[in-house]
């Protein structure tokens, strides 16, 4: 099972940027999906999640109303749509995948993770 993140890049506050994850795993519907990001010197720490079938979100309070979570089952593919960035967003992002129906918040379960990409965003 691979997970591959990408779309990362450096904009300035205000600005958007849109990240896919693209995961080579059997049957990708029946997986939940999530996006956790890790800032230089902080824990890494859960941004977003949805359900196999895409019918449930979960979102952090700190990026609520800013960033949606999506997903294309036909092209195993996840996507975190980040509008209004601010400079406090600057972290590597995570894409991971979880043998659960409902997206779960914390890392540990998890079963597969992405290698990360990074996204700064410039006051």
């Known amino acids: 099972v691979q997970l591959q993140a990408s779309g990362g890049g450096l904009v300035q506050a205000g600005h958007s940027l849109r990240l896919s994850c693209t995961a080579s795993?059997?049957?990708?519907?029946?997986?939940?999906m999530g996006w956790f990001r890790q800032a230089p010197g902080k824990e890494r720490e859960f941004v977003a999640g949805i359900s196999g079938s895409g019918g449930t979100e979960y979102y952090a309070d700190s990026v609520k109303g800013r960033f949606t979570i999506a997903r294309d089952n036909t092209k195993n593919t996840m996507y975190l749509q980040m509008n209004s960035l601010k400079p406090e967003d600057t972290a590597v992002y995570y894409c991971a995948a979880d043998r659960a129906i409902l997206p779960r918040t914390r890392e540990s379960e998890y079963d597969y993770w992405g290698q990360g990409t990074q996204v700064t965003v410039s006051s």
């Open positions: 795993i059997r049957a990708f519907s029946s997986y939940a």
